[in-house]
T-cell receptor, first 116, second 113 residues
Framework: NAGVTQTPKFQVLKTGQSMTLQCAQD?????MSWYRQDPGMGLRLIHY???????DQGEVPNGYNVSRSTTEDFPLRLLSAAPSQTSVYFC???????????????FGSGTRLTVV | KNQVEQSPQSLIILEGKNCTLQ??????????LRWYKQDTGRGPVSLTI?????NTKSNGRYTATLDADTKQSSLHITASQLSDSASYIC????????????FGRGTSLIVHP
């Protein structure tokens, strides 16, 4: 199994450009999410999805869009890149919550994005 | 507001030594606590997950403890190796409908030969 695959690994954008970060998982996980990680800060949730066709906002959703048309894929779109979006982006997935307990997350290897 | 505080922020130890990392949280009602290891340039990898009823869980040389009464957890690393150099992240989830876990900022561990 590949686990969680993120592409690209590195990207440089100019301010105002748009792009899509790809995330795919092959573990049949229902729950998928996007995080950004900035120096000195913990991982912050951007958007998440509890199943195909269902998405919701996390802590820092502004400037980002998501969709979940299939169980496997959860792309993150930057609408108009800004230097403040320079960060490392991680996609994570897990099985659906069972009762009150979540399973552990499987993270991708990350996309390092620089906006100039 | 749910918070997870980790200490120390960074730690340097010699290979072969033991160390303990701390995690204090205010997440309520508590569901589970996880410790992740994140190597430089990689995504976090799960080490342990503990629910309310568990107070100790081991994964090789890593042992996590949980005191749900004081809302504290620790991660003890025994006989450290150079490969233990990484960031260790404490993550706490609450019960209920929220799918948003609370992440600590991590402890950066450097193991010197």
């Amino acid at each position: 199994n590949a686990g969680v695959t993120q592409t690209p690994k590195f990207q440089v954008l100019k301010t105002g450009q748009s792009m899509t970060l790809q995330c795919a998982q092959d573990m049949n996980h229902e729950y998928m999410s996007w995080y950004r990680q900035d120096p000195g800060m913990g991982l912050r949730l951007i958007h998440y999805s509890v199943g195909a066709g269902i998405t919701d906002q996390g802590e820092v959703p502004n400037g980002y869009n998501v969709s979940r048309s299939t169980t496997e894929d959860f792309p993150l779109r930057l609408l108009s890149a800004a230097p403040s979006q320079t960060s490392v982006y991680f996609c994570a997935s897990s099985y659906k919550k069972t009762g009150q307990t979540s399973y552990g997350y499987t993270f991708g290897s990350g996309t390092r994005l620089t906006v100039v | 507001k749910n918070q997870v505080e980790q200490s120390p922020q960074s730690l340097i130890i010699l290979e072969g030594k033991n160390c303990t990392l701390q995690c204090n949280y205010t997440v309520s009602p508590f569901s589970n606590l996880r410790w992740y290891k994140q190597d430089t340039g990689r995504g976090p990898v799960s080490l342990t997950i503990m629910t309310f009823s568990e107070n100790t869980k081991s994964n090789g040389r890593y042992t996590a403890t949980l005191d749900a009464d004081t809302k504290q957890s620790s991660l003890h690393i025994t006989a450290s190796q150079l490969s233990d150099s990484a960031s260790y992240i404490c993550v706490v989830s609450a019960k209920g409908g929220s799918y948003i876990p609370t992440f600590g900022r991590g402890t950066s561990l450097i193991v010197h030969p």
